[in-house]
């Protein structure tokens, strides 16, 4: 039960996100054309959509429709995080400033979160060592 709950919490954050939506279509769209970001990337984030609207699955939907289409998702959220988190700082900046403020802070605020939990396991290798 307890596993249940922190998973709707973490559900819930992605509500949380719903309305921006559009934006982040927005600045993915510019990290694709940018010519800075790497064609392996731009390939990787092509796969993942590759495979969301492909009718092969890992589980297919016949089978069971809600997890046949949570496979889809979790490939889909896994491929633009990745996308986002490997793309080149300086060109995710320059585009994220042409985006409304309260987006720009729920990223930020995002990337801080993904900035911390980057450095705590050297932080406990450090202290261990």
């Not at 297919?60 to 896994?78: F, N, Q, R, T, W």
């Amino acid at each position: 039960m307890k596993k249940f709950l922190l998973r709707s919490v973490s559900w819930l954050k992605l509500v949380r996100r719903l309305p921006h939506l559009h934006h982040m279509a927005r600045l993915i769209w510019r990290l694709v054309r940018d010519r800075r970001v790497p064609m392996y990337l731009k390939g990787m984030l092509g796969l993942a959509i590759l495979y969301v609207l492909s009718p092969l699955d890992l589980i297919p939907e016949s089978v069971a429709l809600l997890v046949g289409l949570v496979d889809d998702l979790a490939v889909a959220i896994a491929g633009v995080n990745w996308f986002l988190r490997l793309a080149p700082r300086d060109a995710v900046n320059d585009h994220l400033k042409t985006l409304p403020a309260d987006f720009q802070q729920s990223f930020q605020k995002w990337r801080g979160q993904e900035r911390r939990g980057d450095q705590q396991p050297s932080g406990r290798a450090d202290s261990a060592g």
